[in-house]
């Protein structure tokens, strides 16, 4: 795990708050795609993990931004040069803002959140509600995935069919995601109060936490 | 000291799920409890540890749970769950997306146990469990194999007065079974006051860290006595609905009897180990209609992707996959699996309808609105019917229990008519009952033509049912021929597991 994976979570949070400000202030729509070009050049010299399947997402959402911004405008009567940079502007703006935050997601594990939660005494509650806001996500994800390929292996065919089969397997995965994941909170909640979890005590941690958080305990030589 | 009295526990069935159950162990001692699936094992154990009813409400609870001379009604939740230790059968819940020093510290942080102590505890932990490689790692990283002794090692760490485990062994290879008894035992060693009570089916495997059995069927206590008596008395297992440790229930089928149906060549795997090496290298095997061939291997051996490989869902960097002949290289995972039936260990995994009967028709159909037809309605019907699922085809799936869960996928495959079928770690063989629903799925597929790969660390299953056996190592197939032959194979020699049916045989 690189430097930039271990900076504590609120630093990260700060840090992706601050680069969607500035995409957001930038005066021009070089400069908002210029903040979104470093964003993405920083999720890769970071190897932030899943950025393959983000720039997949990133490409879409630009698509779709522009292409609505364009019929707006358009519509309002403004002329296609003038309304292409306020499109692109806009989608610049949201690929920063996007890209920081999956950042954020993608590197803070539910420990680290928690650590640095404890440790900015937070009340527990608030700790856990964090953790399990961030934690949930990629399993989550991995779930969608997971009823994904359960339907290829039982002979759905996902990969070959026109786009808007795609959309509607993709909708129908909705139901068992959400069966799932009601089930995983009520399973998680179970689990937390078997291993000892108060909400009215504060917990510790054993990880150290500064501008970086531990990852693991050095083994003992 | 844990006493039972009179507990009896129902969930809205017209028959409890646990009836009428006391028993009483004392500090330190250690007891395994063996019953069929379905025999009310799990909910003894929740009840035992506190969480019925507190965490999960029960329709019917009457009787008397005492921890430690104490009410356990009267203990308060955050002090009860300090004192006891926890391990689901199903870990994918319990260990959600934390990393291992995350888990193994978790209890510890919630005592306010000082960061220093933590971090020693959980370095001794690691070190006693034997997963110092998996150090660091996140929880969704990890094998089945991994998981559990992760978690074990948690509930160890937070050092309680009452130990927990609903079926421990699951997914574990012989080797990570020795290891699992071995750190058991060291625990145990370590703190002589804690008292353990375990779910098991493969009861031989615990013997050496376990004092008594206790035999439950139907939800009641049909049997307990000392783990030395219970190996010499096959009939209080039979009573238990349980195969004996080394009871064989052979019946092996015949070899090849018919025309390839998988054909494998050269097959490498395009996913590469830590080290850069394919996971799966140069694997060639044929499949015949009608055979049943185990694969066995170590945790990590490739056996997954092997699977994953064959389905479409990972891509092979070389070689080739034909079914019936048909060169399967551009066929896509789904017309791959309307050839191939696949059965996880956990079935959870593959299912996402929304009833068992739209599950058994997108089987035959792979399209859940043919239900509506009459005709493919009642063949979906009269598929669940051998497997005792007619009556649950409305039921959803996730509602019904694992072992119900391993049926479905039995009865799908069945009504899905595939060429090859593969079962990993098939679970409901681990009771009498169990069995003879495998042994029935077999025999169809013997007549039926479909050729099975029979995936499992229950070298006596694999014994018993298969007449070829696979040998996985590093990804490579290291032996393939007959099971009479395996298991004194130097491909067996080398993962250093004991011989199926060895204990008894040096018994005798």
Redesign the interface.
Known sequence: ?SAAHRLNFFVKLAGATLVMALAWAAPGPYWSALAAGLVIAGLAVTRTPGLRAYLKGALILVALVVASWLLNLSIQGMALGEALPIAIRMAARLVATTGAFFFVMETS???AI?AAASAARLPAMATLALSLTF??V??LR?EFE??A????????????APIHVKLRYALA?G??LL??AV??AH?????F??????PS????????VGLFVD???P??K | MLVLDSLTVGFGAPEPAVADVSFRLAPGEAAVICGAGGAGKSTLLAAA?G?VPR??RAQEFSGEIRLGGRLMREWP??EL??A?G?V?QNLD???????V??MI???????????DE??RE??KV?DRFGI?RL??R?A?TLSGGERRMVALA?AFA?EPDLLVLDEPTTGLDPQARGRLASALGEARAARPGCTMLIAEQDAASLAQVTERALFLAGGRLVGQTSISDAARNNEIWRTAGVIAPGEALRRRRPGAVGPTRLAVSGLRSSLVRPGGAPVLQDVSFALSAGEIVGLVGANGAGKTTLFQTL???LKAAAGSVALDDADAASW????R??RIG?LPQNMR??????TVLEEVV??MA?DTRRVADPVIRAEALAALEPYGLADKAEV?P?ALSAREQGLLGLA?VEA?GCAVAILDEPLIARDRAGRALLGRFLDASEAQGRAVILISHDLELVDDVCARAMVLADGRLAFDGPTGAVWDSGAFEALGWPKPYAQEARAA
């Open positions: 795990m594990t539910p420990g928690m934690g949930l990629p399993m991995e997971r009823i390929d359960a339907q290829r292996a039982r002979g759905l065919e996902i990969d070959r995965r139901v068992p069966v799932q089930r995983m399973a998680i909640s179970v689990s109060a078997t291993s000892g979890f108060d005590v504060k917990r510790t941690t054993w990880r150290r990852d693991r305990i083994e003992d | 540890g969480i965490l999960v939740t955050p769950f300090s006891v926890f689901f819940d319990q260990l959600w997306n934390l990393s020093e995350d510290a978790f209890p510890l942080e919630n005592r306010r146990t000082p960061r933590v971090r959980v370095s690691i110092r150090a660091g996140q969704l948690a937070a389905l479409g869902l896509s995972p789904a017309q699996a309307r696949y995994r593959v299912l996402f309808n929304m997108f089987a792979t959803n996730f799908c899905g």
